[in-house]
């Protein structure tokens, strides 16, 4: 099972996006789901997470901009990023963290390809 991120795109500074990721197949439980991003040049960095109870969290340079949201019926998440900046510009990627099957005992990575977003200023 792959996660296919979509929605990005080239936007102006101060504008918004929104993304979303859902996996291309079936998985029997999701405990948290995240977004990371990865800038040319830069190391992968952690962005926004959600829990299944629907706890949230945020890195400090998206806090009180990005939100996080999720739908669990479907394992979907979405990122809705506003006021964005240049320094937002990135690949954004999807990441789960659950048990692809009901026999399945530990927790498993699942990752996908990313989305690009660019932001000129």
């Known amino acids: 099972v792959q996660l296919q991120a979509s929605g990005g795109g080239l936007v102006q500074a101060g504008g918004s996006l929104r993304l979303s990721c859902a996996p291309s197949g079936s998985i029997f439980s999701v405990t948290r789901m995240a977004w990371h991003r990865q800038a040319p040049g830069k190391q992968r960095e952690f962005v926004a997470s959600?829990?299944?109870?629907?706890?949230?969290s945020y890195a400090d340079s998206v806090k009180g901009r990005f939100i996080i949201s999720s739908d669990n019926v479907k394992n979907t998440v979405y990122l809705q990023m506003n006021g964005l900046k240049a320094d937002d510009t990135a690949i954004y990627s999807c990441?789960?963290?659950?048990?692809?099957?009901?026999?399945?005992?530990?927790?498993?990575?699942?990752w996908g390809q990313g989305t690009q977003v660019t932001v000129s200023s």
């Open positions: 959600i829990t299944r109870a629907g706890t949230s």
């Open positions: 990441n789960f963290l659950g048990k692809p099957y009901s026999n399945t005992k530990s927790d498993y990575q699942f």
